[in-house]
């Protein structure tokens, strides 16, 4: 007898359909799986096989072949579990085959019988929904995290007589009502009323958050960089609901669960300066989500940004400016989003004190190598550069001045003027204003004008320098609720300008 | 000395300059350079070496290669040297050169030929300007960079050709603040005129190359040993009427500089530091044996030409300050003033974006600079 179960093997991020068909006929008792399975899915055989006994169903003593179709497609991971033992009870009449028309199966077996979680199960909801099947049974923890998709019915269950029950038309459990995005829980502990001092680089992060700029922090160890990087994701606007489903089905593949389900919060990804390439990006075999894309839609913290291998820093470069990093492995392309807000923190030198009020003990060439790491390719996608000093003695005793509620509500304000203007372009924020939209979407006068002309004629500003100017004046102007860039905006974005102070004869123009 | 056989050279009407007695010397120091260096090292007859003549030189230093460096010697053809000078746009001026610099002709052991590179019609303009030289420390402080490219810009606005080595720290700053007046600046290098040494400051090299010109002893493609250095030494000192240190430790290469200056008559002037500054240990001690103080281009330009320096440099600060508006020039005022962050600036319950903009324009017009630290620096 023959039987068809529906269950999906993740590609990079995206689902893709699997169908397990499983033949059972007369003949020496064997159990083979065929259809370009990777080891992890080669060893379902024994799960399935205890987990079908430990049930308390009857595993046929029979020939038994489960094929996984398309043939060429490479199947990954333990997801196929549950598909697998389904089919084999539906084509052995120990439950019924007609309803696996309806359901789509994912999760992995213990061999108790109980279904595990495993990686991917809202891309596996998402595949349910695009291939038109209505329901989806999955381990119950992932239930909540599969149910973020609207229109497919989710049944998380707890072994596999639930599943067979659920099938035998027995009362389905409950299915998960689709899971709210609630904006009150976005609200970080971590708030800017614990910060004293610190007022210019809180002014240089309220614009970053309001354009959603790339900011780097340089200042002397000590002195709240990390502190003040980690108190960003709570000024930013909430997830969206899309973007909640792109950040959790990222997530949900790299094995990442969040509680209730869903990350509600924008992501906050520090990973250490020794990262690879492939960690920071992503990559392995099968190729994994890297920390860029774990960052989607929310904030990269690079802590130490001068410590990070060359090759990793080269690597984020293409991710920055596509939004998406493409992997290419086993002759197939993978898409993995990567938009995310780069947040870079730097000694100012490699002693860690230049400028500050203790004396730096770096020579010229210890300095200039610390730039030469630093600038380049990667400076060039930074808008911002803010010093953060150790606040004063009396700053700290001062009540603070701002807190993340009230700053929030002005970067809020600045985000949707930039959306009414941005409507109907492929972009939602200043900082990735191209060339061509900063010219239809940026008015300036002729003040402004004559003083970036000015500043880039003297060398003070690069192409690609005076294009971050505007960038950064425009959000200084949608944080001050105004239409026209004014002077004063594009100063003070020239202040913040990224360059770095370099040796004795130039300063390098940014 | 070989000084009698480059005259003898001439007289005969053998060639004319470069001649060839003088580009054999030349050559000679090069190929005796690794053993200049090994007897450098062993402080063994240090002084004089290279007041001797060619054929005592190589006897001296030769040791077992003697007779094979003897027979290069003489084999030698000047005309490849030429040739190669000229392919390489590079001027020889040789001892019998009446361009040859009166300054440094009066060193006890002024090299054979001076190679020069660069913008020959603005080395000849800085050869009948006057000259300073600003030397220092390669590890300079944000203070020192600031006083060097200060006086290197104030000097050469008025004028004067800046003189330096092109070294980290003090010395580019101090060509750099003469190339950003578009002022006459010259480079003695340790090597020969066609290599940036050190290779980080090949832009410096190529603007100097551009703007002003770089001078060496050494013929093209030699690499800069120990020794060389001191050497060059010397030449900045000869070829400039003063020479100002800007921060030198206490066993600096800048205070030998300062010394071969005083022998040979030159002007001496450091400018000062804090006492407890391991950097001001050499500048201070210079001041304390008589050096004249130098706390910017007006005390040099003193020291030079007495009351006529007021003619000079007609306040050049002033004048760029002039039509400053109230608030940008109290805002300087304050950067002078040590205050120097923007936070600081701003005060406690200040305007942080006024401050900014402030700041952004009196940058743009080169008023102030960002430094190390998101300190801001007023230029000079």
């Not at chain 2, 030349?26 to 090994?38: D, K, M, Y």
Request: aromatic letters at 4%; charged letters at 25%.
């Amino acid at each position: 007898m023959l039987a068809r179960v529906v269950t999906f093997t993740i590609d990079g991020v995206d689902p893709r359909p699997v169908w397990v068909e499983v033949d059972i006929r007369p003949g020496l008792p064997a159990f083979r799986i065929v259809g370009l399975a990777d080891a992890a899915v080669r060893e379902a055989r024994e799960r399935v096989h205890a987990a079908i006994l430990n049930s308390g169903f009857e595993f046929p003593a029979r020939r038994i072949t489960a094929n996984l179709a398309p043939a060429h497609l490479r199947k990954v991971g333990p997801g196929f579990d549950a598909a697998l033992a389904v089919g084999l009870l539906a084509a052995s009449g120990q439950c019924p085959a007609e309803a696996l028309e309806r359901w789509a199966i994912f999760g992995e077996l213990s061999l108790t019988g109980a279904l595990r979680s495993c990686r991917g199960a809202l891309a596996a909801a998402e595949g349910a929904r695009r291939s038109g099947i209505a329901g989806l049974v999955v381990p119950r923890e992932l239930a909540g995290e599969a149910a973020l998709v609207e229109d497919v019915v989710v049944a998380g269950v707890d072994d596999l007589r639930g599943v067979a029950a659920l099938l035998d038309g027995g009362e389905a459990p409950p299915p998960s009502a689709p899971a709210a995005v609630r904006s009150d829980e976005i609200i970080d502990e971590l708030d800017l009323a614990d910060v004293r001092g610190h007022e210019l680089p809180l002014l240089a992060l309220e614009i970053a958050a309001a354009g959603g700029h790339n900011i780097l922090l340089e200042g002397p160890p000590g002195s709240g960089k990390t502190m003040l990087a980690r108190r960003l994701p709570g000024l930013l606007p909430p997830l969206s609901r899309q973007e909640a489903l792109e950040v959790t089905r990222i997530h949900s593949v790299a094995g990442i669960v969040h509680r209730g389900g869903f990350a509600a919060t924008r992501p906050f990804r520090a990973p250490h300066h020794t990262v690879s390439p492939a960690g920071l990006v992503g990559g392995g075999r099968p190729p994994v989500p890297g920390e860029a894309s774990l960052a989607h839609h929310g904030i990269l913290f690079l802590d130490e940004l001068s410590e990070f291998a060359r090759p990793s820093l080269e690597a984020l470069r293409q991710p920055i400016e596509d939004g998406e990093i493409v992997i290419v492995r086993d002759q197939q392309a993978l898409r993995f989003p990567t938009r995310f807000m780069l947040v870079g923190a730097t000694n100012p030198c490699p002693c860690g004190y230049a400028g500050s009020d203790r004396p730096c003990r770096c020579g010229e060439l210890e300095l200039a190598r610390h730039h030469r790491r630093l600038s380049g390719p990667l400076l060039d996608r930074i808008d911002l550069l803010v010093t953060v000093a150790r606040p004063t003695a009396a700053a700290l005793a001062a009540p603070p001045r701002t807190s993340t509620a009230a700053m929030r509500e002005r970067v809020l304000a600045a985000r949707e003027r930039q959306d009414v203007r941005l409507a109907g372009t492929a972009v939602h924020t200043n900082a990735q204003l191209d060339a061509r939209l900063l010219r239809t979407h940026v008015r300036m006068s002729g003040a402004v004008q004559r003083a970036l002309a000015h500043a880039y004629d003297h060398g003070d500003l690069s192409a690609r320098g005076h294009d971050r100017v505007l960038r950064v004046a425009r959000t200084i102007a949608d944080l001050a609720g105004r239409d026209a860039i004014t002077l004063d905006d594009a100063l003070q974005s020239l202040a913040l300008r990224t360059r770095m102070h370099h040796g004795s004869d130039e300063t390098v123009a940014a | 000395m070989s000084g009698d056989a480059c005259i003898v050279a001439t007289g005969a009407g053998v060639t004319e300059p470069p001649c060839d007695a003088c580009l054999r010397r030349s050559w000679l120091i090069a190929r005796l350079a690794g053993h200049i260096e090994v007897a450098w090292s062993a402080r063994r007859g240090r002084a004089g070496l290279l007041t001797l003549p060619d054929d005592e030189l190589v006897a001296a230093l030769g040791g077992a290669h003697r007779d094979v460096i003897a027979r290069e010697h003489e084999r030698f053809r000047p005309a490849d040297l030429r040739r190669r000078c000229t392919a390489d746009g590079i001027a020889a001026l040789c001892r019998c050169d009446p361009r040859y610099p009166t300054g440094v002709a009066e060193l006890a052991d002024p090299p054979a030929v001076l190679y020069v590179r660069g913008n020959i019609a603005r080395f000849e303009q800085a050869l009948t300007a006057d000259r300073v030289a600003i030397v220092g420390a390669r590890r300079a402080t944000e203070y020192g960079l600031a006083q060097a490219r200060g006086l290197g810009r104030g000097l050469a606005a008025a004028g004067l050709a800046v003189v330096s080595g092109m070294a980290l720290g003090a010395d580019a700053a101090a060509h750099g603040g003469a190339l950003a007046v578009d002022g006459l600046t010259l480079a003695v290098l340790a090597c020969g005129p066609d290599r940036a040494y050190p290779a980080s400051k090949r832009r410096l090299y190529e603007r100097i190359c551009a703007r002003g010109a770089v001078v060496a002893e050494l013929p093209p493609g030699t690499p800069p040993r120990r020794w060389c250095f001191p050497a060059r030494n010397r030449i900045i000192a000869a070829l400039a009427q003063a020479i100002v240190v800007v921060e030198a430790g206490e066993r600096s290469g800048s205070l030998i500089t300062a010394g071969q200056a005083a022998e040979l008559g030159r002007e001496v002037a450091a400018v000062p530091g804090l006492v407890t500054a391991p950097l001001a240990a050499g500048t201070n001690a210079l001041i304390a044996d008589g050096a004249q103080l130098v706390r910017g281009p007006q005390d040099v330009l003193e020291l030079l030409f007495g009351a006529a320096a007021l003619a000079l440099l007609p306040d050049a600060e002033e004048q760029r300050t002039a039509d400053l508006a109230p608030d940008l020039r109290r805002l300087r005022e304050r950067v002078a003033a040590g205050c120097d962050t923007v936070a600081a600036l701003a005060g406690p319950d200040g305007k942080l974006d006024v401050v900014l903009a402030q700041l952004a324009q009196l940058e743009l017009r080169g008023l102030v600079r960002r430094g190390a630290g998101g300190r801001y620096t007023v230029t000079t």
